[in-house]
């Protein structure tokens, strides 16, 4: 094989002669040789090491017999002399090399020992030179005038323990604990009191030690910020006669034994919420039952049983929920299915004969709250107290049902994404809040009174050919406005058909969005067959997420968007109209997978205005074959009711004509991709956590977090029984601080399902909605929200509802009698509503007092009785006034 490259003779370097030059050189060694040395081949033209071992070899006997050739013709038969000489030659000369480049080196070291400041510093600088085998202490001590042998023999010690100039390792470090340990522990005894503290009933927090340590404790929120704290507590230590540490030590205790502060938050599940602040009514009730004689032991139980079933409901409910199970509070079969209709009903195959002892807490509370409030002797007090607990203890009820149909209807989004096929999509639809115009520059003048633009975001999910689900964002920007059903049909229609040019192949469409208005009605479902028609795509379905549980993919595209526009206008531009919404957007490579269009809607072409559908507000699965609707009260359960369209069809709605301005534009990125990660593993780059309350994923990244929380199920790992008791341990040894014992008790207590006779059985469908019940006020209710308003437009210090709903509890006549029952009672959002009908009344029409003609008599007795009733209102809200009871 021949080698290529590099050079060989200064011919061929330099001159370019390299065949002439070989040649030359086999004609001197066939004349010097007698033709005994074979001719050269080849030159060399590549690196020696990258050569082959023959090529070596080939190479390594050729140069030998050319300086052998040349050595006897010099000296001949001397050729072994000639060459030997040569060699010493060279050695001698690499020797005196070595030694100069030693002295220089230790010339070099010596120069920085005498520079350095640092003896540390000196001592690793000496251990290089110190060594016995290189220099002896005397002559160390020459060369380093001032040097003594001590230093000599650190230097060594250095160099054994550490190496020759080796940084030294770290040293470990040396505390001193020069705090008073009694005024220590007196103020971690008020400081770390659980008055001060709330356990979360999810997620862990890591203490890190100054020894590398790390601690996990239950997440744990302050509530209390740390300058409140200090000075209860110096006020406690003033009271006492107790000197406590200063104040910066009590500071960097806090810092030290660190815990989350406690935020407010906005816009949350209304179910939800009105559950738990039902638990903590019940807890505030608790305390008062304490003050009117009830046991001390009792209500510590009921207090501590209601905290654990707030901590079990926000946590663990939702994770014991399934199709088949044999506990009437977790099935999802009996729970939803309907009592009374076959086709809303889902046959159980198994008997529900176990009790969850946690969910059964709720059975225990009801039964020891009422057996309390009959013991108390002031009828008033008690009959107030029994309404109370009951409307609280419904609340719960309704959040325990609200979580069960939460998890059934997000099944049949799980549902879709695993099913979904290569021909199929699965759009998500919602409608963002209104963009307000934003500006570079914006003067005081532009900020008040702006008007927001609507937009509507809907994200197409579809299966690409390699098995990952990737989607197309179509947002509609309108301007104004009114967000209505044929709104979202003009959408919808607009969307189907540029899906038809940019997607040929999707034949299948399924639709789910929240439960607003403008998707939850009658019109737009019917129109869903027309606009399959005339789009070539079949519209499968329509699912309805649970309400006030509604969050989905679009809210993360609408974030990824928002954040384009706050960019766009940072660099320097406006946005003031759609256009600029568009155009901000799309700038640069856009965002991945979003395309808009900017559009009108025209009103027009709205062809239906009504429809005949009874019962929408309990539908929530729709299906539509062919000029059918099937509907469904909850996912997958029964075969569901079949609605003839020709039934409850008044007026087709034909073709929606929607007005576009702007059409849409594929982007750079014209699909974003959705990775659906079935498995995480836990890695120590997992520092992301899944924020649902009981869910204990975690994540290396962000992106991944999302998905996870847009597209997977919520799990809660099961542990080996030998982890239950390592965790169990941390729980007690943390109870101390966080939790009492009351509370894991409960917990310990009712983990498992038993089997248990005595417990009153619930209902079938006991988890559906309810039907509203609304009943009139009555005139004393109407006369007295009159007043209030009233007064509040002639003072204009308007009447705050929550407290005119204590002002009814608490207002009695000149008798000293309760002058509302309990039944009149109004809730804080009762009376907001009364007072927005009686302030758009007043807007639409002056209040004015017309004269009566002599000839109504009635309608005069009747205002003179609706004035007296007036009066008897004003005189017991005086006599509050002034001598309240």
């Excluded at 009996?334 to 076959?342: D, E, K």
């Excluded at 593993?681 to 869910?695: D, K, M, Q, R, Y």
Aim: hydrophobic share 35%; charged share 25%.
């Amino acid at each position: 094989m021949e080698e290529e490259v590099i050079l060989l003779t200064p011919e061929s370097q330099y001159n370019g002669k390299g065949r002439d030059g070989i040649e030359n050189l086999n004609n001197t060694l066939m004349s010097l040789s007698g033709g005994q040395v074979s001719p050269i081949k080849f030159q060399l033209k590549t690196p020696l090491r990258e050569v082959q071992s023959s090529t070596r070899r080939y190479l390594k006997r050729k140069a030998k017999e050319v300086v052998h050739t040349v050595l006897n013709h010099l000296a001949p038969g001397q050729f072994s002399d000639m060459f030997q000489l040569l060699y010493e030659d060279n050695c001698h000369e690499d020797t005196e090399q070595s030694d100069k480049t030693e002295l220089e080196i230790t010339d070099t070291i010596l120069q920085l020992y005498c520079e350095a400041e640092n003896n540390a510093l000196k001592r690793q600088l000496l251990s290089l030179l110190s060594l016995p085998n290189a220099h002896s202490k005397s002559k160390l001590q020459k060369l380093i005038p001032g040097l003594t042998k001590w230093e000599i023999d650190q230097s060594r010690a250095h160099a054994a323990s550490h190496g020759a100039g080796s940084l030294p390792g770290p040293m470990e470090p040396g505390y001193r604990n020069r705090m008073n340990k009694e005024k220590l522990e007196h103020a971690l005894s008020f400081f770390l009191d659980p008055k001060f503290h709330q356990i979360c009933s999810y997620g862990t927090k890591d203490l890190h030690c100054d020894n590398g340590q790390t601690v996990t404790i239950p997440q744990v929120v302050r509530t209390t910020c740390h300058s409140s704290l200090l000075q209860m507590y110096k006020s406690y230590c003033s009271e006492t006669g107790f000197v406590p540490l200063s104040d910066s030590t009590l500071y960097k205790i806090l810092s030290t034994c660190s815990a989350s502060k406690r935020t407010n938050l906005t816009g949350l599940d209304n179910i939800a919420t009105d559950g738990a602040a039902a638990v903590d009514d019940l807890i505030k009730m608790c305390d008062q039952l304490k003050g009117l004689g009830s046991e001390t032991n009792t209500v510590a139980n009921l207090t501590t049983a209601l905290k654990s079933l707030k901590m079990y409901l926000k946590s663990e409910y939702k994770f014991s929920v399934g199709l088949s199970s044999g506990c009437q509070d977790h099935c999802l079969k009996f729970a939803l299915s309907h009592p009374t209709n076959v086709l809303l009903q889902e046959e159980c195959d198994h008997s529900h004969e176990e009790i969850c002892g946690k969910c059964n807490i709720l059975n225990e509370i009801n039964s020891a709250l009422f057996n309390e409030i009959q013991n108390i002797r002031t009828s008033d007090v008690a009959e107030e107290l029994a309404l109370t607990a009951e409307k609280a203890l419904e609340k719960i009820s309704d959040w325990k049902a609200h979580i069960l149909r939460t998890q059934n209807q997000e099944e049949g989004r799980y549902r879709a994404l695993e099913e979904l096929q290569p021909h199929q999509l699965l759009i998500i639809m919602d409608w963002a809040m209104k963009f307000l115009p934003a500006l570079y520059r914006e003067k005081q003048s532009d900020f008040f009174g702006q008007k927001g633009m609507s937009w509507h975001v809907s994200v197409a999910i579809f299966r690409a050919e390699d098995g990952s689900l990737k989607h197309k964002t179509f947002n509609h920007i309108f301007g104004a406005v009114r967000q209505d059903w044929f709104a979202v049909a003009s959408a919808i229609e607009h969307i189907l058909k540029s899906i038809r040019v940019q997607m040929p192949g999707i034949e299948e469409v399924f639709l789910r969005s929240d439960n607003a208005g403008c998707y939850h009605c009658g019109c737009l479902w019917l129109s869903m067959h027309g606009i399959s028609e005339r789009t070539g795509i079949s519209i499968v379905r329509y699912d309805f997420s649970e309400p006030q549980a509604g969050k989905s993919y679009c809210d993360a595209k609408i974030a990824h968007m928002r954040s384009k526009l706050r960019m766009f206008v940072s660099s320097g531009e406006n946005v003031t109209t759609p256009f600029d919404m568009k155009k901000a957007i799309m700038d640069g490579s856009g965002v991945a997978g979003c395309q808009c269009a900017v559009v009108e809607v025209d009103r027009k072409n709205q062809t239906m205005t009504s429809h005949c559908i009874k019962g929408i507000t309990n539908i929530n699965n729709l299906a539509f074959e062919g000029d059918d609707i099937i509907a469904w009260h909850s996912f997958s359960i029964g075969i569901g009711i079949k609605i003839k369209r020709e039934d409850v069809l008044k007026s087709e709605q034909l073709d929606t004509g929607l007005i576009i301005l702007s059409d849409f534009e594929e982007p750079s990125k014209n699909y974003g991709v959705i990775s659906h990660i079935k498995n995480c593993s836990v890695t120590p780059t997992s520092i992301f956590h899944c924020s649902e309350l009981g869910c204990n994923q975690q994540f290396s990244s962000y992106q991944i977090l999302q998905e996870h929380i847009l597209l997977d199920r919520h799990v809660q790992e099961k542990t080996s029984t030998y982890d239950a008791l390592r965790h169990h341990w941390s729980e007690l040894c943390n109870s101390n601080l966080f939790i009492s014992k009351q509370l894991v008790q409960i917990g310990r207590d009712h983990h498992t399902l038993v089997k248990n006779s005595s417990v009153e059985k619930l209902q079938q469908g006991w988890a559906l909605k309810k039907t509203r019940k609304f009943a009139r006020f009555s005139s004393k209710v109407k006369d007295f929200l009159h007043t209030v308003f009233q007064e509040g437009e002639e003072s204009g210090r308007k009447a705050i509802p929550v407290e005119v709903s204590q002002r009814m509890k608490s207002l009695r006549n000149s008798t000293g009698e309760k002058f509302f029952n309990p039944d009149e009672w109004l809730q804080p959002s009762q009376i907001n509503s009364f007072f927005s009908r009686l302030s758009l009344n007043a807007k639409a029409k002056d209040i004015k007092d017309e004269p009566e003609e002599d000839d109504h008599l009635r309608e005069i007795l009747q205002s003179i009785y609706e004035e007296e009733e007036r009066d008897s209102i004003r005189d017991a809200m005086t006599l509050e006034l002034n001598s309240p009871i």
